[in-house]
């Protein structure tokens, strides 16, 4: 499986900004859950959301309320919709698939978000 993400970019406190992840090798029919985590400069990548086959999701405390993850299986694609951005959402933005117990990670994509 190969990941591919992309939409970061550099927006002001309050803005929205919306990821994309798309999987190629394997349908996301075949993945079990899909993934984002985040990882700001001198700090431990951290765990974002996540999305099972099922489509039920999970959120960190920290985004919960303001991230929404969501899933498009036709078109290999999970995104995460971020709202109400705040500077300590800055970060490399990583989404990962797990697919017969094994993890599978994309390159990341920055987000800035500015004060």
């Known amino acids: 499986v190969q990941l591919q993400a992309s939409g970061g970019g550099l927006v002001q406190a309050g803005e929205s900004l919306g990821l994309s992840c798309v999987a190629n090798g394997r349908s996301l029919f075949r993945i079990n859950d899909m993934g984002w985590y985040r990882q700001a400069p001198g700090q431990q990548r951290e765990y974002v959301a996540l999305?099972?086959?099922?489509?039920?999701?999970n959120y960190a405390a920290s985004v919960k309320g303001r991230f929404s993850i969501s899933r498009d299986n036709a078109r290999n694609t999970v995104y995460l919709l971020m709202n109400s951005l705040k500077p300590e959402d800055t970060a490399v933005y990583y989404c990962?698939?797990?697919?017969?117990?094994?993890?599978?990670w994309g390159k990341g994509t920055q987000v800035t978000v500015s004060s």
């Open positions: 990962k698939a797990v697919l017969d117990g094994r993890d599978y």
């Open positions: 999305i099972s086959n099922g489509g039920n999701t």
